[in-house]
C-alpha cells in the first residue's frame, strides 16, 4: 500500500473513532470536537514525513489553514475570558 494510502485511511479511522467518542461522551461543543480533530490530523501529518514535496507542500497549506481556525478558537475564549472579569 502507497504511504500516502496509508495517510489517507489513518486519517479517516482517526477522525471516525474521535467523532464516535465525541458522541458517546455527549459533547456538542464544536470549538471543542474542531480542536480535537485539527490536533489529530497535525500529529498524523507530521508521523509521515516521508511524502513528496508537492504533497508536503499541499499539507502545509492544509495545516495553515486548519491552524488559523485554531487560532481563532483561541483569540475567541480568550476574549470570552477577559470579558468576564
Request: hydrophobic share 60%; net charge positive; charged share 10%.
Amino acid at each position: 500500500m502507497r504511504i500516502f494510502n496509508r495517510y489517507l485511511l489513518l486519517l479517516v479511522l482517526t477522525s471516525c473513532l474521535i467523532n464516535i467518542i465525541l458522541a458517546f461522551t455527549g459533547q456538542t461543543d464544536i470549538e471543542v470536537c474542531f480542536t480535537i480533530l485539527v490536533i489529530a490530523f497535525l500529529i498524523i501529518t507530521m508521523l509521515f514525513v516521508y511524502f513528496n514535496p508537492k504533497t508536503r507542500q499541499a499539507l502545509s497549506l492544509v495545516s495553515i489553514v486548519f491552524l488559523s481556525g485554531f487560532m481563532v478558537i483561541v483569540a475567541l475564549k480568550i476574549i470570552e475570558v477577559m470579558g468576564q472579569k
